[in-house]
T-cell receptor, first 111, second 115 residues
């Protein structure tokens, strides 16, 4: 699985947009990019998955440039409850097979 | 609602005893399930892949005789930590693939504390 690099932590304030960029320089042609959210003492929760360009769902957007060597998770208008660790994973059918989690990004939303 | 459950949610045991953790797929028959371990402030680490009807596949460095995995049915996988020691204290999380195979659903985790 392609290795990923994310910032260790990010601070934000309620109502702001949070953008987390993940680098995956060795992504393979058939790899998908998947993001998970984890709250303390809970299992990770699937947020969004994409292959190229832009994907949007009810909770987030995922921006993937043409070279696919990075991706950016965008959380619009965060609230205190968005404080969590966010993991970027890359792999073929990335979430369906065994997953290799990187360090994740710890997002702290302040009032 | 939850599609993967774990039991117990937390357990405290004495050193040297064995502890069994159950992982259930609530709405889908899962031929494959995954077990992860997570230490405080660290990321998840895959321990093993549980296969219904066959032996589990363990990741490098994970002792198969210490972490016994049994995929008894298409909805149940169990992880038994044998002869537990304080260093086995951790957060254990299981998961299964979605029906389409492109995502994974994780259980709520089990907090194990070995005294």
């Amino acid at each position: 699985l392609a290795k990923t690099t994310q910032p260790i932590s990010m601070d934000s304030y309620e109502g702001q947009e949070v953008n987390i960029t993940c680098s995956h320089n060795n992504i393979a042609t058939n790899d998908y990019i998947t993001w998970y959210q984890q709250f303390p003492s809970q299992g990770p929760r699937f947020i969004i998955q994409g292959y190229k360009t832009k994907v949007t769902n009810e909770v987030a957007s995922l921006f993937i440039p043409a070279d696919r060597k990075s991706s950016t998770l965008s959380l619009p208008r965060v609230s205190l409850s968005d404080t969590a660790v966010y993991y970027c994973l890359v792999g073929a059918g990335a979430a369906g097979n065994k997953l290799t989690f990187g360090g994740g990004t710890r997002v702290l939303v302040k009032p | 609602g939850a599609v993967v459950s774990q039991h117990p949610s937390w357990v405290i045991c004495k050193s040297g005893t064995s502890v069994k953790i159950e992982c259930r797929s609530l709405d889908f028959q899962a031929t494959t399930m995954f077990w992860y371990r997570q230490f405080p402030k660290q990321s998840l680490m895959l321990m093993a892949t549980s296969n219904e009807g066959s032996k589990a596949t363990y990741e490098q460095g994970v002792e198969k005789d210490k972490f016994l995995i049994n995929h008894a049915s298409l909805t149940l996988s169990t992880l038994t930590v044998t002869s537990a020691h304080p260093e086995d204290s951790s957060f254990y999380i299981c998961s299964r693939r979605s029906g389409s195979g492109d995502t994974q659903y994780f259980g709520p985790g089990t907090r194990l504390t070995v005294l």
